[in-house]
């Protein structure tokens, strides 16, 4: 993962720091309210702060270079430090919904002071300005670690949002509302589970990438001088980037030295692709060139 001018893990410990923070603040004011809503956002700080922590320590692994028990790198660590993250997320939402339930059955009162008001609102602030700030890095970075928190971060904004429609309601006579809008807290947070497991599951199955992906690399390996046609292309993942199997066909008349120049010169068309990690090209002369399967035309 490219580290943006700084250490890999930098933006990870910010977040980390963050989040850490508000565990504590919620963990407090709960103890003061006992309210099911503050308990349920101080649960998903807590699981950002795990996610956070996990994600540091795999973008850290996967950020060293190859070696020789590795030769294709370690570009598995980060969807595997996902799946560790999505797990520790459905057992947190099963948590928080159990509390819920269980205040909502004992008719618990909480006392929505302006404490409450303000650990959710500092919250919905920080979040509101970490989105903006990983959102920018995002466009920069784009492996699963990153993708995760500024989802992570934006999907706590609305579930944020229905915590302060709960204090409201609350404070406008309706108790209940504490404990039955945490349980949307705690399915968002089983949702954002099932999102990582999702998403990293196929980095890790050696998934293809999708059609448009595919036709970026046949342009950069057509845009190559020497290179009569692009035969069949296969790519699929290795940790968050891609190994790519490429046939191309060249002029009869060219020797073999030609060939593999113009065979070198595609493999650094493609992987000069920031998602693409290894290319390996069959160079063909036109008289026995095998296409293979060959994409429909336009």
């Not at 609305?158 to 509302?177: I, K, M, Y």
């Not at 990293?200 to 290179?227: H, K, W």
């Not at 998602?275 to 160079?283: G, S, Y």
């Amino acid at each position: 993962m490219s580290s943006g001018g700084g250490s890999p893990t930098r933006w990870v410990v910010v977040v980390f720091s963050l989040n850490l923070g508000l565990v504590l603040a919620h963990v407090a004011v709960f103890w003061l309210t006992r309210s099911q809503l503050v308990l349920a956002q101080g649960a998903d700080s807590l699981m950002d702060v795990a996610v956070n922590a996990v994600l540091a320590v795999s973008a850290w692994v996967g950020a060293k270079p190859k070696d020789e028990g590795h030769p294709f790198g370690h570009g598995r660590a980060e969807p595997i430090g996902a799946l560790v993250a999505s797990v520790l997320a459905f057992v947190l939402a099963f948590e928080v919904g159990r509390s819920a339930v269980a205040a909502a059955f004992a008719h618990v009162e909480p006392d929505m002071d302006a404490s409450t008001l303000g650990v959710l609102g500092a919250k919905l602030v920080i979040k509101a300005g970490l989105l903006a700030a990983l959102s920018r890095r995002a466009r920069r970075e784009r492996g699963p670690a990153m993708q995760a928190v500024v989802t992570d971060t934006r999907n706590d904004l609305v579930a944020t949002s229905t915590s302060l429609l709960g204090w409201a309601t609350v404070r406008a006579g309706f108790p209940l509302a504490d404990a039955l809008l945490a349980l949307p807290v705690s399915l968002y947070i089983a949702y954002n589970g099932a999102g990582l497991l999702r998403e990293n599951l196929r980095y890790l199955m050696g998934e293809a990438p999708a059609p448009e992906v595919l036709a970026s690399l046949r342009r950069a390996a057509e845009a190559v001088p020497g290179v009569s046609a692009v035969g069949e292309i296969l790519a699929h993942h290795v940790g968050s980037q891609l190994h790519v199997e490429i046939t191309i066909v060249i002029g009869p008349a060219l020797s073999a030295v030609e060939g593999h120049d113009i065979g070198v010169r595609v493999q650094q068309a493609i992987e000069a692709v920031d998602v693409v990690a290894r290319t390996f090209v069959h160079v063909e002369p036109a008289a026995d060139a095998d296409l293979g399967p060959q994409p429909p035309r336009a």
